[in-house]
């Protein structure tokens, strides 16, 4: 099945993008990358990282300890030191918090790579790498990463890098399988999760017009359906619709629906057509949308390019709508400059 093509060094500004960490992920020289292969980008960007982070100093948090001491230090458990007639030893039980670079966030990224270590496919001189800075590790416990350990993340804003480091760790297990016989790990081409990559599209789509386009302003918009009923007075039995990305300029708006397909356009009988459901989607949010103070709403509907282009403007019931894909396969300035190009095209899509 055809994909959209996307290099890795742009699956990297899209994730950067999406996780809203640009800086974060500036850097990181992924033109260091040795290969294509995401295994390597990944282990690139964690091998720098950690040497960032240690460079900068290791996060430390504050752990409970609970040891035996013949000089008193925290809180004395009473009842432990009783127990094992330690008084008598002139010792007891103490709890203490102590700060180490212990922390659930070293941990995390130390499995993270411990994992790509024994990475099927991995590059040599990465895997040498990630041994040796594994070794600078060895003061921090392992850890059998969940789920579950990355909710327990705590970060303040401070501490951007780290979010930045753990989102990738999190894709990395996310989207790695242990093979039982060696113990080794192959990594699933996430690219190819159609819902996983759709969730990341609309996000980069989002995040980049927000900061790379000063003259509008970006948010998510929640329509109400404009309707009545008897029998449904509160219209709580009809769906939702929250659109991807709502952008305002001056007294004009533009609704953009994203969307990230295998194919750009359905085909029945051998002829290409707009997928209808996004269009009766986008129409539904155009039809609804509120229009107090507002001059005029546009609509968008875009996919990352897959075999063709396309920019092709309608008026659909009084609203201008447009249709367009945006080339992910090409430099990465480029692909910025139709970014902003596509934005501006959709804002004047009006046909007369």
Known sequence: MTQPTIPIKNLYYLLCYSWDQLEQGELIDVERCPSTELVDLFTLVLCDGVRHLSRRG????????????????????????????LPSLGKAVCQFDELTVNSLNNRLIKATLKKLSVSKGLNSELRKQTVIILKSLRNIEDIVVTKREFQKVQLHSNTRFYRFLLNVCELIHDSSLVETQSGSTKFREFVRDEKAMAR????????FIQREIQTVKVKRD?????ATSLSDPSLALLPSMNTDISISRGADRLIVDAKYYTTTLSSRWETEKIH??????LLS???????????STAGMLIYPKVD?????RYVINGFPVCIATVDLNQDWPLVHAEMVDLVDFAFNSKVT
């Open 222 to 226: 929640r329509i109400e359906w404009q």
């Open 276 to 281: 209808s459901h996004n269009l009766y989607q």
């Open 200 to 207: 990341v599209f609309e996000r980069f789509l989002y995040n």
């Open 285 to 295: 949010y155009l039809n609804n949308a509120p229009k107090e103070g507002i001059e």
């Open 58 to 85: 290791l996060e430390q948090s504050y752990q409970l300890r609970t040891e035996v001491l013949s000089t008193l230090r925290g809180r004395i458990d009473a009842f432990g030191s009783a127990r094992k007639f």
């Open 308 to 312: 063709k282009s396309l920019r092709q």
